[in-house]
């Protein structure tokens, strides 16, 4: 069997703003790449896509288990693929740090949306750090866009941190919800709520409608006590169903909606910088981290370091200076 043929940044760049599937999806594993070379030229391809991208609606979805993500996302996209738009699907999934695991079964799971023309679906880094996997993902977005995908919906797999990270790479962050709040509403971290600008109470359909406004009128209560994170926004909660398509329509209006408010007000464009600045100095610490751990003189103090630290001979902050001060030297 041959091999592949080499695409060289030229091929890649070519290939991407031809939308051409078979050339993105190959854009997108180099970016993926943590091999030196591979990221030396990820990076030259994202400087020469970059302009070719940005006009874009980058929506960020996150949900409590079994609320029905893979379903809802299949649906929304399917309705805005039935309007003109095309759609990329991305995913942050920082459990495919632990187990290696990734979301190929939510991608057989929208079957739909996998087969549509105008969609195109990824699973997220099946290895490597979380910053890792964020890192691949907001550069994948960079790649889908200049591919012409002009909705982009950024799925959190997993729970906790990637919350945080997903909402530092959207324009617009959706948290999804199920009917009958009661205790649920009591374990819901703050932290998810103060990210939303909507929330959604899915599954809203047959028995589940009463109980679906009920949840979504404690939810709003919840949400009241929350100061807004902007002057242009104060987030509201709908109810909609993935099944049948109920309130889908609602949703992507708030999220236009959400938009021209953001843009009347100047601030849609200085989050979209400020995401980048932030990323920047990600980036930078990530980077002296690792440099830091490949230093041959600080790998040889290290494991004293940690034993020390274990019997308790020495504190945390004395190795961690000690560290610091090799890796300086």
Same mark, same amino acid.
Not at 222 to 225: G, Q, S, V, W
């Given at each position: 069997?041959s091999?592949?043929?080499?695409?060289?940044?030229?091929?890649? +760049?070519?290939?991407?703003?031809? !939308?051409?599937?078979?050339?993105?999806?190959?854009?997108i594993?180099?970016?993926?790449? %943590?091999?030196?070379?591979?990221?030396?030229?990820?990076?030259?391809?994202?400087?020469?896509?970059?302009?070719?991208?940005? &006009?874009?609606?980058?929506?960020? *979805?996150t949900?409590? $288990?079994g =609320?029905?993500?893979?379903?809802? #996302?299949?649906?929304?996209?399917?309705?805005?693929?039935?309007? !003109?738009?095309?759609?990329?699907?991305?995913a +942050?999934?920082?459990?495919?740090?632990?187990?290696?695991?990734?979301?190929?079964?939510?991608?057989?799971?929208? @079957?739909?949306?996998?087969?549509? $023309?105008?969609?195109? #679906?990824?699973?997220?880094?099946s290895?490597?750090?979380?910053?890792?996997?964020?890192r691949?993902?907001?550069?994948?977005? %960079?790649? *889908?866009?200049a &591919?012409g995908?002009d909705?982009?919906?950024?799925e959190?797999?997993?729970?906790g941190?990637?919350e945080?990270? =997903?909402?530092?790479?959207?324009?617009?962050?959706?948290v999804?919800?199920?009917?009958?709040?009661g205790?649920?509403?009591?374990? #819901?971290?703050?932290g998810?709520?103060?990210?939303?600008?909507?929330?959604?109470v899915?599954?809203?359909?047959?028995?589940?409608? @009463?109980?679906?406004?009920?949840?979504?009128? @404690?939810?709003?209560n919840?949400?009241?006590?929350l100061?807004?994170?902007?002057?242009?926004?104060?987030?509201?909660v709908?109810?909609?169903?993935?099944? %049948?398509?109920?309130?889908?329509?609602t949703?992507?209006?708030?999220?236009?909606?959400?938009?021209d408010?953001?843009?009347?007000s !100047?601030?849609w464009?200085?989050?979209?910088?400020?995401?980048?600045?932030?990323?920047?100095?990600?980036? *930078?610490?990530?980077?002296? +981290?690792?440099?830091?751990?490949?230093?041959?003189?600080?790998? @040889?103090?290290? $494991?004293?370091?940690e034993?020390?630290?274990r019997?308790?001979?020495?504190?945390?902050?004395?190795?961690?200076?000690a #560290?610091?001060? %090799?890796?300086?030297r």
């Open positions: 069997m091999r592949r043929r080499q695409l060289s940044v030229d091929d890649y +760049v070519e290939g991407v703003l031809a !939308g051409d599937r078979a050339v993105l999806g190959r854009a594993t180099l970016v993926e790449s %943590t091999n030196a070379a591979h990221r030396a030229q990820a990076q030259e391809l994202l400087v020469r896509l970059l302009p070719r991208g940005g &006009a874009t609606q980058r929506i960020g *979805v949900g409590v $288990p =609320v029905g993500k893979s379903t809802f #996302i299949e649906a929304f996209g399917s309705m805005l693929t039935g309007r !003109g738009h095309r759609v990329a699907v991305l +942050v999934d920082p459990s495919s740090t632990r187990s290696g695991g990734s979301i190929l079964g939510d991608k057989t799971r929208m @079957e739909r949306l996998s087969t549509d $023309p105008a969609a195109f #679906i990824r699973p997220s880094p290895a490597g750090t979380l910053g890792g996997v964020a691949a993902t907001r550069e994948s977005i %960079t790649v *889908v866009e &591919a995908y909705v982009v919906l950024v959190t797999v997993g729970v941190q990637s945080t990270l =997903v909402a530092a790479m959207v324009d617009f962050f959706l999804l919800m199920l009917p009958g709040a205790d649920e509403l009591q374990g #819901i971290k703050k998810i709520l103060e990210l939303a600008d909507l929330v959604a899915n599954k809203a359909d047959g028995d589940n409608v @009463e109980r679906a406004r009920a949840a979504a009128a @404690e939810y709003a919840a949400l009241h006590l100061a807004p994170a902007s002057p242009s926004w104060t987030p509201s709908v109810t909609c169903s993935a099944s %049948t398509g109920d309130g889908l329509d949703i992507w209006r708030l999220v236009n909606t959400h938009r408010a953001f843009e009347r !100047g601030e464009s200085a989050n979209r910088q400020n995401q980048q600045l932030r990323w920047l100095w990600e980036l *930078v610490e990530q980077g002296l +981290v690792e440099r830091l751990r490949a230093d041959p003189a600080v790998a @040889e103090l290290v $494991p004293g370091l034993a020390d630290v019997a308790g001979t020495s504190t945390p902050s004395a190795a961690a200076r #560290i610091l001060d %090799t890796f300086e």
